[in-house]
């Protein structure tokens, strides 16, 4: 169900972009305007705002997801003016979709976010998908999808596959085009589109995909 539909004034037909121009502003979003990946200033104050990590299994979830959004905040994601909508899944968890402004029916990218499965969501992580709708043109959907460890896997999982069959189910109304839609995940949203693209693909269906997952050398049992 949509729960809600913000258009700003102005929203109407698109002009092209080329690939390399929507590849160079995607890169453009990634350091704070005034600011290089490289300036030592801005890597120090990212990670003294961070801190000296602790194992994840040492550090309660509610300081986990304080620590990440301390730091988005101080990498400084701006904010882009985009349609925003809000869809509801049947298991409570929620899809907020980010529209580009003057794109006609664009296709959509399904973003899994990271946060070690227990950390991350819409205040972590809206500003960095509105500005990654207006750089690339697409809409995008990121999935508060629940987290652990009060819902365990595969709770992530089916939120994710949820989200992609709602986003079609729901692409008229949305002004998308549902029948391009790609998966996007980092770190542990990474290995969480990978695993919903192969749970897809036993469906029937295809969608593009592109993870970056966290690496790690052994997993635990009680891994989420």
């Keep these: 169900m949509i729960a809600a539909i913000e258009r700003p004034n102005g929203h109407r037909g698109a002009a092209?972009?080329?690939?390399?121009?929507?590849?160079?502003a995607l890169v453009s979003t990634t350091t704070p305007p005034g600011r290089r990946a490289t300036d030592s200033g801005f890597v120090k104050a990212l990670l003294a705002s961070v801190g000296t990590p602790a194992p994840a299994s040492e550090v309660p979830p509610e300081a986990q997801r304080a620590s990440l959004n301390r730091g988005l905040a101080v990498v400084g994601w701006p904010g882009c003016e985009a349609a925003q909508a809000t869809l509801s899944l049947s298991s409570g968890a929620q899809v907020h979709v980010y529209?580009?402004?003057?794109?006609?029916?664009?296709p959509i990218v399904v973003y899994l976010h990271g946060g070690s499965f227990v950390a991350g969501g819409v205040e972590a992580h809206g500003a960095t998908c509105r500005a990654l709708a207006e750089a690339s043109r697409c809409a995008?959907?990121?999935?508060?999808?629940?987290?652990?460890?009060e819902h365990r896997a595969p709770a992530a999982?089916?939120?994710?596959?949820?989200a992609v069959a709602q986003v079609r189910h729901q692409a008229d109304a949305?002004?998308?085009d549902g029948s391009r839609i790609a998966l996007f995940g980092d770190s542990a949203g990474g290995a969480l589109a990978i695993q919903t693209a192969f749970r897809l693909r036993d469906a029937g269906q295809s969608v593009g995909l592109l993870a970056v997952p966290a690496r790690r050398t052994s997993i635990g049992a009680n891994s989420a």
């Design 140 to 149: 995008v959907a990121l999935v508060a999808y629940r987290l652990a460890p």
């Design 16 to 24: 092209g972009t080329n690939g390399s121009a929507r590849a160079a």
């Design 157 to 162: 999982l089916d939120d994710a596959v949820a």
């Design 174 to 176: 949305l002004g998308i």
């Design 99 to 106: 529209l580009p402004e003057r794109a006609v029916r664009p």
